[in-house]
């Protein structure tokens, strides 16, 4: 059968022709396994090559992981270096200097007295290590009736169950709930949808009163908790919102004792134009979370990182009872610590402000020819536009029209990569995230518009959308 070694790229090309196929073993048990896509070759900076040769510009790098680029040759000897040395110690059997030195560089990036570092090999690790030192805290200062993690629907904070209890996503969700103990929900501050004659601020401090409605629903005193993504990743798109909210959310959780988790998963790791998203408000989080871009797509990384004081209670109470083995390994570590080398030495956090503000004013210059274009939002490169049937009144396209798909899949055809979603059960629609690498050039960005462009145009027609507008 296909599949077996050096079978090469006729069975494979043979197998994405079929899309039913599943006469090879399947590496990606996704929702989308039978979705066949190109096998990939190589990647060299914003472009990734697939077996057959043809290119293809990572404008979301990835799922907005890749922010340094591909096959960074600093990242690259720094990791061949270290696995010269070791690849894997067991952590209660050595620190490792890599570690180490990563928990230092990057503790002097948090905000003030942020200096308690756990590594772990992703997002949904990272998430799940912060629930879990938050509510040890909780029982460590004598708190034990506090366990619930209050989150915002849509949202996305991971796929294993204790990430996915708090994420707003019932496609995700919904096969679990017997297993899941679903945490309460608030609304995320959509405040672009809103037709209220409200201006955005006040909208915003709407949503975040709700926060303090929903702890007093629940009762102050069984709420651990609250956790966001200060910037929204995918489930929201690039959902940013308007200023006053994050210090409002802050002042919340402390008037209730909630701890405050910033999941930084998608926005950290200078993807906003700062390390951390949450630096845009002044916003100090009591523990973050931080994945993809903190590792880039050369190891898998992740990290927790927590109030020293949150740490400690924690630790004089018999530590933390928690762990995963490849957690801290020195190979991963390496690699953090030269992504994280590269980022400063290219200027990168800069190059998001900078490059972002030009691609996101380009993006809103697609309006006036789309006027199914509805909102384009983000800051920095974390960037996203949605699609509606109606500007003004901002409902969404026909389901039918399977937009998120579609638009996809004619600009991967033309060699362009973005990353979309429909968020069902929320409000937020067809969106779409333009996120390319952080070292993205002028040019790149005038081929990504053109390449946005033309597969807008295709949409359009397909779809029987006007465009063309003024
Ligand atoms: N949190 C956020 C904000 C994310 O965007 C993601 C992944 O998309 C996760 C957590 C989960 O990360 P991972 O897929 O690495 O487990």
Known sequence: TAGGPGDGAASLAAAHESPMSLERPISNLFYQTRLRRPTLARGEGVYLWDSEGKRYLDGSSGAMVSNIGHSNPAVLDAMRRQMELSTFGYRLHFENEPAERLATRIAGRMPEGLDRVFFVSGGSE???????????????RGQAERWKVISRFPSYHGSTLGALAVTGMSLMSAPFAPMLREMPKIPAPTCYLDRDGLSLEERGLRYALMLREEILRQGPETCLAFIMEPVGGASTGALVAP??????????????????????????????GRYLASEHWNLRPDIV??????GAG??????MVAD????ET?????????????????LACAAGLAVLEEIDRLGLIEAAERQ?????????????????????????????FELVADRETMAPLPPALNAHLRLVDIAYDAGLIIYSRRTRGGRVGDHFMVCPPLIVTDAQIDEIMAQLTSALESFAIEAKLPAGGA
């Open 356 to 384: 972002g503000a030009v691609l996101k004013a380009r993006l809103e210059g697609l309006m006036a020819h789309f006027p199914f274009i509805g909102d384009v939002r983000g800051k920095g490169l974390l960037l996203a």
């Open 289 to 294: 979370a931080l994945s993809k871009g903190f």
């Open 243 to 272: 200023d006053g909210y994050y210090a409002a959310i802050r002042a919340i959780c402390d008037e209730f004792g909630l701890l405050l988790i910033c999941d930084e998963v998608m926005s950290g790791a200078g993807r906003t």
């Open 308 to 311: 020293r004081t949150i740490a």
């Open 314 to 330: 924690v630790i004089d109470h018999g530590g933390f009872v928690h762990g995963h083995t490849y957690a801290g390994n020195p």
């Open 298 to 303: 050369y190891a898998p990384l992740g990290a």
């Open 126 to 140: 990272a998430v799940e290590s912060a629930l879990k030192l938050a509510r040890q805290y909780a029982v460590a």
